[in-house]
C-alpha cells in the first residue's frame, strides 16, 4: 500500500488537490493503527474503517485475544487483514503508519499521543486527553511541536446541532452568556474489586501499567474497573463529565483555562472500592462567566429531562442542550428555535481525516489544545474535590496557587514509560 506521507508529496509535486487523487485512486488510503480496539476503540476504528480514503492496516493491544477477535472481525468488514502488534513501540518506526487511534484506559491516552506525536504519527485520541494536567500539557506541545494534526474524541464538536446551537448564541440573540451548567444524573453500580491475582497469559500486564505506578494484576481493574482508580481512570468527571463540560465552553466561547476553581462532593452513596467521587459539584470560574457541573451518580431523577446536558443562560433567554439536540428560550420561557442531529461520530473522524490530507491544523473541530484545555478542566475538578480548597489557576504554567494542589498537577512515571521532555 502506498504510504499516505510520499502519496502527499507527489500530489503537491503536481499541484493537484488531495481529496480529488483520493476519488480517482482507491489505492492510495489513509494508513491508521488502532490502539486499544476492545470496546469504545472498537466503535470509533469502525468509523474510521468506514471512510473510503482509511485504512486499518494494524492494531494493537496488550490481549492477544482481542487482537485476534478485533483482526478476524476488521478482515470480514474490509477484506484488510491488519497486523496484529502487542507492544506500541513497533508501530512507532513504522513508515507505512500514518496515524494512531488511542483508545486505551485513560492513563495511556497522554503517553501514546505524545509517542505518536514525536515517531511523526497524526493522532485521534479518546477523551480525556490526559490522565493528569502536566501529560495534557506535553502532549500539546509535542503535537505543535511536530506539527501533528491531533483530535480529541469529544465527537460532539462535530455534530451538525451542536454548531447550529453556537452560531445562534453568537448570533446574539440571547445577549450576554454570563453562566453555564452541565451535569450527569444516572445509576451507576458499586464496584467490587475480585483479589489480586497472577497476571493470565496473553496479557502483556507491564505494558498494561506503563507509566502507573506498579502494583500487583487485580482481574476488575484491568477488565474495567480501572475507570474508577486514581492511577489509571479520572472518575466520571473525565469520563462523562468532559463532553459536558466542553459543551459549555465551546457554546459560551471560553476559549482559554477557568481563572479558580472550587468543589465538593464524596463518596455519598456506593460503600465500595472505587476511589473517586460519585457525587460532585465543581464551579469554574472565568472573568465574565461561570462554568458549573454537577454529578449524581446514584439520582434518576433527571435535569430539564434529560439524564445529560448543559444549559447556559444569557441576558435575554436560556437555550438547554442535549447529546443529539438545542433548544433556544426566550426570557418568558418560550421555545424560539431547535435543531437536532446526530452525535457526531462520522463527521468528527471525517474531520479528522481532512486534517490529515490538508495539514490544517486549525481546521480540526477538537484539535488537541482545546481538547486539552476541557480535560485539564476535569483534572482540576477532581484536584479541588481531593485538596478541598478553592484554587486558583495560572494557565500559563498551568499550575495552581497551592503546593498541596501542584502535587497532583503530574506524577512521576514508572521507569521505561518516562514523560520526555519538550
Not at 124 to 133: D, F, G, L, M, Q
Not at 359 to 366: A, E, I, T
Amino acid at each position: 500500500m502506498k504510504s499516505r506521507r510520499s502519496f502527499l508529496k507527489s500530489v503537491t509535486a503536481a499541484g493537484v488537490c488531495a481529496p480529488a487523487i483520493i476519488s480517482a485512486n482507491p489505492n492510495s488510503k489513509i494508513s491508521v493503527a488502532c490502539i486499544g480496539p476492545r470496546r469504545r476503540g472498537n466503535s470509533v476504528m469502525r468509523s474510521f474503517a468506514a471512510q473510503r480514503d482509511c485504512a486499518i492496516t494494524h492494531l494493537c493491544d496488550v490481549r492477544d485475544e482481542v487482537l485476534e477477535v478485533r483482526g478476524r472481525e476488521m478482515k470480514e468488514v474490509t477484506g484488510l487483514d491488519p497486523k496484529r502488534v502487542k507492544d506500541y513501540r513497533e508501530l512507532l518506526d513504522d513508515p507505512s503508519i500514518d496515524a494512531f487511534i488511542v483508545a486505551t484506559p485513560d492513563h495511556w491516552h497522554a503517553m501514546l499521543t505524545i509517542e505518536g506525536c514525536r515517531a511523526g504519527k497524526d493522532v485521534y485520541v479518546e477523551k480525556p486527553a490526559s490522565h493528569n494536567i502536566l501529560e495534557g500539557k506535553v502532549a500539546v506541545e509535542m503535537a505543535h511541536k511536530h506539527d501533528r494534526m491531533v483530535q480529541m474524541g469529544t465527537q460532539v464538536r462535530s455534530a451538525p446541532f451542536l454548531k447550529e446551537a453556537r452560531e445562534y448564541v453568537k448570533s446574539g440573540a440571547m445577549g450576554r452568556v454570563i453562566s453555564g451548567k452541565s451535569w450527569e444524573t444516572a445509576t451507576t453500580r458499586s464496584v467490587h474489586l475480585k483479589p489480586d491475582a497472577k497476571a493470565p497469559a496473553g496479557i502483556d500486564y507491564d505494558l498494561w501499567l506503563g507509566p502507573a505506578p506498579h502494583r500487583k494484576y487485580n482481574p476488575s481493574i484491568v477488565d474495567l474497573q480501572w475507570r474508577w482508580m486514581f492511577d489509571y481512570g479520572t472518575g466520571d468527571l473525565g469520563n462523562d463529565g468532559v463532553h459536558r463540560v466542553d459543551y459549555c465552553r465551546y457554546l459560551m466561547g471560553l476559549e482559554d483555562f477557568p481563572q479558580a476553581i472550587n468543589a465538593s462532593g464524596g463518596k455519598l452513596y456506593h460503600d465500595d472500592d472505587q476511589e473517586w467521587p460519585d457525587t460532585l459539584f465543581v464551579n469554574y470560574e472565568y472573568p465574565k462567566a461561570i462554568v458549573q457541573y454537577e454529578m449524581r451518580l446514584w439520582s434518576r431523577p433527571q435535569l430539564f429531562g434529560t439524564e445529560t446536558g448543559a444549559a447556559i443562560y444569557g441576558e435575554n433567554g436560556w437555550m438547554l442542550v442535549t447529546n443529539r439536540s438545542w433548544t433556544a428560550y426566550d426570557s418568558k420561557g418560550k421555545v424560539v428555535r431547535n435543531g437536532q442531529s446526530s452525535v457526531g461520530q462520522t463527521e468528527h473522524v471525517r474531520n479528522f481525516l481532512d486534517a490529515v490530507i490538508n495539514r490544517k491544523r486549525d481546521s480540526l473541530n477538537q484539535e488537541i489544545l482545546s481538547g486539552h484545555i476541557s480535560s485539564a478542566m476535569c483534572h482540576m475538578g477532581n484536584i479541588a474535590w481531593r485538596t478541598g480548597k478553592r484554587l486558583k489557576f495560572d494557565a500559563k504554567t498551568q499550575t495552581f496557587d497551592d503546593a498541596e494542589a501542584n502535587k497532583l498537577v503530574g506524577r512521576e512515571h514508572r521507569k521505561g514509560f518516562e514523560l520526555p521532555n519538550i
